[in-house]
């Protein structure tokens, strides 16, 4: 089955930094990729996602890239504000038929 | 947002008893899922529903026994619960299959067992 990698599981950035989480996936069939932001005690949300027929998108401070040949793609966060601190999921959607999470990666935005 | 509800919040039983979470959606999607989350092992999907009467396993079934009489609800019950089982459950759901529509999640359940 799919199996997706997710890195660092912990990042700590001053305000006003950017902020990159990388995934990679072993399923090359794959072709939907989000990530979502759970804050503490709180449900996981989506913040932005990707398909496999585009290589990157971005929506305001937000971008995720993709790369297919490599099977890894990021979620980059620009201008980063404290209410950006959270824990960030990437998923991966495979031929199996189901989304498999990352662990997570906690960001901390130090004001 | 209101469009899928989880109850209860929060849930203390002892091992062997059975547990119930319910899980319902105002919305009218199709699918639904039940994950578990765990410190360390991220968000890990336990069944899902593409429409009412059919389920499939995800990569956790083990334990619990799912339901979908009606389009809206979908129950996940502990048949016996077991202290591995502590965990927070999440419910989602999403207009179709994923990989063409998103999934949206409740907030969630906190399930403690002694």
């Known amino acids: 089955g799919e199996n997706v990698e997710q890195h660092p599981s912990t990042l700590s950035v001053q305000e006003g930094d950017s902020a990159v989480i990388k995934c990679t996936y072993s399923d090359s069939a794959s072709n939907y990729f989000p990530w979502y932001k759970q804050e503490l005690g709180k449900r996981p949300q989506l913040i932005i996602d990707i398909r496999s027929n585009v290589g990157e998108k971005k929506d305001q401070r937000i971008a995720v890239t993709l790369n297919k040949t490599a099977k890894h793609f990021s979620l980059h966060i620009t201008e980063t504000q404290p209410e950006d601190s959270a824990v960030y999921f990437c998923a991966a959607y495979g031929s199996n038929y189901k989304l498999t999470f990352g662990k997570g990666t906690l960001l901390t935005v130090n004001p | 947002d209101a469009g899928i509800t989880q109850s209860p919040r929060y849930k203390i039983t002892e091992t062997g008893r059975q547990v119930t979470l319910m899980c319902h959606q105002t919305w009218s999607h199709s699918y639904m899922f039940w994950y578990r989350q765990d410190l360390g092992h991220g968000l890990r999907l336990i069944y899902y529903s593409a429409a009412a009467d059919i389920t499939d396993k995800g990569e956790v079934p083990d334990g619990y026994v799912v339901s979908r009489s009606k389009t809206e609800n979908f129950p996940l019950t502990l048949e016996s619960a077991t202290r591995s089982q502590t965990s927070v459950y999440f419910c989602?759901?999403?207009?179709?299959?994923?990989?063409?529509?998103?999934?949206?999640f409740g907030d969630g359940t906190r399930l403690s067992i002694l």
């Open positions: 989602a759901s999403s207009d179709g299959q994923v990989g063409y529509q998103p999934q949206h």
